[in-house]
């Protein structure tokens, strides 16, 4: 019971960086159809961002490691990654919106051969850590509840991805601007004929997905301490894999897909083999698309003849 | 004959003229490759044909591949997996048993078209992105699992009545792990065993030519108008009485049998092989190949194999003190092919055929 | 004898009934028409007996032989081939090969086939290009034959429906709005055509909106009304019952 409650916490914090990053292939594909290979990239170079802004303000500028340098932090890399993310979308996605479905992907695989490939000549081809006064921001704390260790880094982590989920899920369900998002991911020409500007919904999906991705770059650098360039690739495939388990398009879809998928590693690695843990991901995933082709809440597609 | 030429005339817009002494030409260069280039570098010839022989693999593969997404347009990103079948199938066959390669080579190919049939029947309802998942979810299982050996199975003997099942397996070694299989035997053909990289390029060269000829003709048969059909609207293929998932399936072993044979190729050339040379990266490569060279064209995916292999090499060559940009202005070389050339650098005539008229409506 | 029986055919997409207690028979060489309003789950019953989604309930016989269960290609190759209300021809392929599809299903050639080419599939080939180009002149398309399907008129892609469909050799033919979009002229010359395929042997069920087309070219008809038969018999019959006049005509204008 000890050993299960542990490796469900484990589980729920890995699952929570896979859920942020799912929520940006989620939403680009929602608006575009479109899967962004090189959002695994963005999610790196947030991470390699984050180091960069922490090693400027603590180290270099001598700040105190506390909450409030954490919060300029996460705010600081989200804003640059979504300029990165603004930028992708303008160079490679944009001109390819009527090419078809081959054309974008094989432009986004390459756009993440340049991003990792611009990091490595950047930061070096070795890992790099987080430094130890970050530590100091997220104390050292560790509770014994039912035989589970849980220690306060988790459960910041996992308090954050809420947070970012929650405010992402309100802004979506409850604003104007969320509701444009909602029906140019319907259908684009009504959408336009209602009078909202599509381009710019997708520059905003473009905004918001490689920031919370970037986010989750930052909380993977805090949670393990040490990052590297082809960060991305694994996280990214991870990512895609649980947007599509919750059903790709579908932002709670993206959410629960991510947290099931990281209790799944879990406890496979717990209780089956660390060694085929990512395979049997990947067997559960086939599982459940061969009982729901969609995906969990994907909707059924009934094809209009 | 009166009707064949008949036949040729109805697809006159579907196939180009004087093909034959284009083929000619081609095939002479192809011929002289070797011999003219030892002419020209000396011993610096050798990583050229090496170069070359990279290039036909590449090419077999991206071929093979072309069946999948270009003909039958089904989003298959795990292609890997099948070359891998193929090349362990023959290493672990000629290490462990000793049976020669040339027998190998189509029971590789069979390997993996069967470990096709098996696992894609299950998903072939699946739509577009969520089979591409999935392919991509094969590919990375079949690594793992050569990577993991069977002896990393004993956890199975935690299940009730499979302890024994456990025992057998933990000390087995068949893939060889991270490692791999090396020492695999060569190709040898009445007493002439190939070592060289030129005894390779021609074997490669009679091979790739071979897989040329064959999907040209497979393109334009009843097979490949159904394949057509179903990439085109698959529930109206449906309706005219093409059985959908039997010519999905088809697509699959197909293309997997001739992914398969290439890695038993592979294998026998380079003799080592192990897990990583069939990461989901080859797929990428390989699905990049026929992606930029122009999707469903045979002439494009050769030119697209060139691109993926060819070019990294000449990058190396005249980037001499800027290596490290090489994968940099790689990545940044695929968006822009893209962005200017979404349909490929040589894309089928099909496509070529509705841009022109696209075109000459806008212009009227 | 009856071509096609349809009995006691139920239909149901979550709460709502689209066909309900259906029961109707086509008869080998006639027209059969079916009218009603808008909704009324007429291209539903093509799409049950074409085996695109299963009946909850009922039965379709063909030939004598149960169709339930079957796919739709295995009930195309057991004769019957239709076309879609909404155009479904194979948008970047030629006229020609849109028709070759059709015959898919009547020839065998396989992998060997393909590749090896042996006298017995080259022949198939020649039988295929006869067979079309047959279609092809009779639906007045054989000028365009090397166009992309995509890139005809609206009316030529209707008739390359037809063509397509009378490629697979059909014994019952079903044809969905086969007339919508079309201007008057148009309309009658395709209602000239189906007359035609049926004086070739070919039995025909059609579902037209527009009255006045299959009040014309029909020998019988049958009137549905919220997924329920309403009335059935010939055109004058159907025109002067006044359940049809209350829920069809009467609606409408």
Redesign the interface.
Known sequence: MGQFLQQLINGLTIGSFYALIALGYTMV?GVL?L?NFAHGDLFMLGAYVGLVTLMGLVVNMGMSASLLVLLAIFLIVMVVIALVGIVLER??YR??YR?????????A??????????V??LYGARYRTYPEEFKAIVPEVIWTVGGARISLMQVVMLAIAFVLMAGLYIFVQYTRVGTAMRAVSLDHDIARLMGIDVYRIIALVFIIGPALGAAGGVMVGLFYGRIYFTLG?GYG?KA??AA?LGG?GNIPGAMIGGLLLGVIEALATGF??D??K??IA??V??LI??WR???LLGER?V??? | MNAMKKIKGQFSRLQGLSERRKNLIIALLALLFPPFTHLLLGMGANRWTQVANFFFIYASLGLSLNII?GYAGL?QLGHAAFYAIGAYTTAVLSTKLGIPILLLLPLSGLVAAIFAILISR??L??????L???T???G??VR??L??DAS?LA?LGKIPGLSGFAEKVSGLVITGGPNGIFGISRPSLFGFTLRQQWHYYYLFLVFVALTVFAMRRLENSRLGRAWACIREDE?AAEAMGIDTVQMKLLAFAVGAAWAGVTGGLYASWITVIAPESFS?WES?IM??IV??GG?GSIPGVLVGAAGMVVLPELLRQVLLNIQ??R??L??????L???FR??GLWPSRRVRLGMEEEESLAAS | MALLEVSDLTKNFGGLTAVSHLDFHIDEGDILGMIGPNGAGK?TVF?LITG?YPPNSGEIRFNGGSLLGLKPHSITERGIART???IRVFPNLTVMENVMAGRHCRTRAGLMGAIVRPQSQQQEEVSILQEVERHLRFMHLWPYRDELAKNLPYGDQRRLEIARALATDPRLLILDEPAAGLNEQEGRQLMDLIGQIRTSGITIFLIEHDMKVVMGVSDRIVVLDNGEKIAAGTPAEVQTNPRVIEAYLGREE
């Open positions: 594909y159809k899967i160079v490679a001109p390819l090419a078809g479905r081959l054309p974008p992907v094989v432009s695989l390459g756009a993440a051969i340049f991003i990792q490939n611009a490595m000549l690739w495939l895609f894999t599509i790709i089956v083999s060694a085929w990512n395979a990947f067997v995933l086939i698309l061969i082709p969609t995906g597609v094809e209009k003849l | 997404l989003f299950p998903i309802h699946l739509r577009g992105d969520y591409c998942i999935v991509i979810g094969f990375e299982i793992i699992a990577r993991n990393s956890f529930l989901f990428v699905f990049c992606v930029l999707t490290q940009w994968m940099l790689f990545g940044a070389a695929m968006v092919m893209m962005v979404p349909q | 291209t799409n695109i879609f209300q909404t």
